[in-house]
């Protein structure tokens, strides 16, 4: 079964340190990727998509993500994480042969230290 | 062009009540995705939506929950005799198809509470 997971529940970093949330997936075709951004209590901003060639992607906010096919990872960076960057970090595959729907993993939380 | 349009925000209901939530997908979409986000978890897809048909309900609870999304108007999911373990935030997303290269755009969600 298609399956995302995101091994770190919590993170915590310092202001301008660099980031990275760890994404890997399962599923058995080309997998279309999404990293999305939840500010508590609001609802899911896109920061980046990949559906095919360049495996590094550049999404808003200064992050980017690279897919490995090899290691079934599609994992986030941000080179300087700034405190407004706290918040909840999703990843998930779309099953198109499924009608689109998404497949979330669990979450990574990002605290930033001053 | 708005964006997904969820209401309400929040809504309270007490044990046995029923819950309405409202989804108006974006300006174009005729796909509408349902998605549940209990306490300290991701989300998890409830149900899938184009005009007048139900096309996917496979995470959906067998009981009491039901969703429609009518030729006019907005997509409705209904809980009908909540529980507290209904309380959670239910989030709506909405696409123009669901061809590949495309995306869903995510509602603002709404929060409900079973007291």
Redesign the interface.
């Known amino acids: 079964a298609q399956s995302v997971t995101q091994p770190d529940i919590h993170i915590t970093v310092s202001e301008g340190a660099s980031l990275e949330l760890r994404c890997n997936y399962s599923y058995g075709a080309t997998p279309?990727l999404?990293w999305?951004v939840q500010s508590p209590?609001?609802?899911?901003?896109?920061l980046l998509?990949y559906?095919s060639g360049d495996t590094l992607v550049q999404g808003i906010k200064g992050f980017e993500a690279e897919f490995k096919r090899s290691q079934s990872s599609f994992n986030l960076r941000k080179p300087s994480v700034h405190w407004s960057d706290a918040a909840e970090y999703?990843c998930a595959v779309?099953i198109?042969n499924?009608?689109?729907?998404?497949?979330?993993?669990?979450?990574t939380e990002l605290s930033v230290k001053p | 062009n708005a964006g997904v349009m969820q209401n309400p925000r929040h809504l309270v209901r007490r044990r046995g009540q029923e819950a309405r939530l409202r989804c108006s997908p974006m300006k174009g979409h005729s796909h509408v995705y349902w998605y549940r986000q209990l306490p300290e978890e991701g989300l998890k897809f409830m149900v899938y939506l184009q005009k007048e048909n139900i096309i996917d309900e496979s995470g959906m609870p067998k009981e009491r929950f039901s969703a429609e999304f009518p030729k006019e108007g907005p997509s409705i999911l209904r809980i009908q005799q909540v529980v507290r373990g209904d309380s959670a935030a239910y989030f709506c997303a909405s696409s123009p198809g669901q061809g590949r290269n495309t995306e869903a755009f995510f509602g603002q969600g709404t929060r409900l509470t079973v007291v």
């Open positions: 279309y999404f999305y209590g609001q609802g899911l901003q896109l998509k559906f999703f779309v198109y499924q009608g689109g729907k998404l497949i979330f993993g669990q979450g």
